[in-house]
Structures are given as structure tokens and as C-alpha cells.
């Protein structure tokens, strides 16, 4: 079974730092991509950071890019999300997924990340 165990989430003031990690098992690490989706109260869930474990591309959203950085690495099977300058916008659930292709197909469990102004 595919299983993303997250974690690292808190509570951080504005202009902080946090770093979340992903534990990735039950399947070959680098044949899928490893990201992050968020969702905040009241708002759509949306992709926030994407990486191929396979050649190590990545993607950023708009809002994030700058500010967060996605790693990887496959001898742990475990992704990570460095987030730096974080904003009371940045506030949300953020769930690790993994997929084929673009992240998407698995979810783990959602880690809270709360940013105080």
C-alpha cells in the first residue's frame, strides 16, 4: 500500500520559517512525483510544490515561488518542503501526494501550518 506519512507543520509567525517532511513508502520512489497540496479554511485545495524524484524537475505555484523550496531524497523516500518568509496567507492544511504524474493520485494525511500576523 502507498502510504505519505507528513509532518513538520506548526505554528510559526509571519516572516518565519518551517520545514515539513514527507515519508514516502509502498511504491518506487523514483518512478513517481512527490509534492505538496494545500488547503486553507474556506478555500479551494490547491498544488503548492512538485518534484520527479526521477530527474528531479520541479514546479512552483505563482505564490510560493521564491519563498519555498522542494527536495528530495531517495535513499530516505522522502520529500521536503523548506518554507521561508511564510505569510498569514501561507495558513493551511498541507497534504503530501504523490502520482505518475503532477503529484497526483495518492494523499496522505494533512499536516497544519498556521502563520500568525
Do not use: H
Not at 20 to 30: H, K, V, W, Y
Not at 58 to 67: E, F, I, L, P, S
Not at 92 to 110: D, F, H, M, N
Amino acid at each position: 500500500d502507498v502510504q505519505l506519512q507528513a509532518s513538520g507543520g506548526g505554528l510559526v509567525q509571519a516572516g518565519g520559517s518551517l520545514r515539513l517532511s514527507c515519508a514516502a513508502s509502498g511504491f518506487t520512489f523514483d518512478e513517481y512525483s512527490i509534492g505538496w497540496f494545500r488547503q486553507a479554511p474556506g478555500k479551494e485545495r490547491e498544488a503548492v510544490s512538485c518534484i520527479s524524484s526521477g530527474d528531479g524537475s520541479t514546479y512552483y505555484a505563482d505564490n510560493v515561488k521564491g519563498r519555498f523550496t522542494i527536495s528530495s531524497d531517495n535513499a530516505k523516500n522522502t520529500v521536503y518542503l523548506q518554507m521561508n518568509s511564510l505569510k498569514p496567507e501561507d495558513t493551511a492544511v498541507y497534504y503530501c501526494t504523490a502520482g505518475p504524474v503532477a503529484c497526483r493520485g495518492y494523499w496522505g494525511q494533512g499536516t497544519l501550518v498556521t502563520v500568525s500576523s
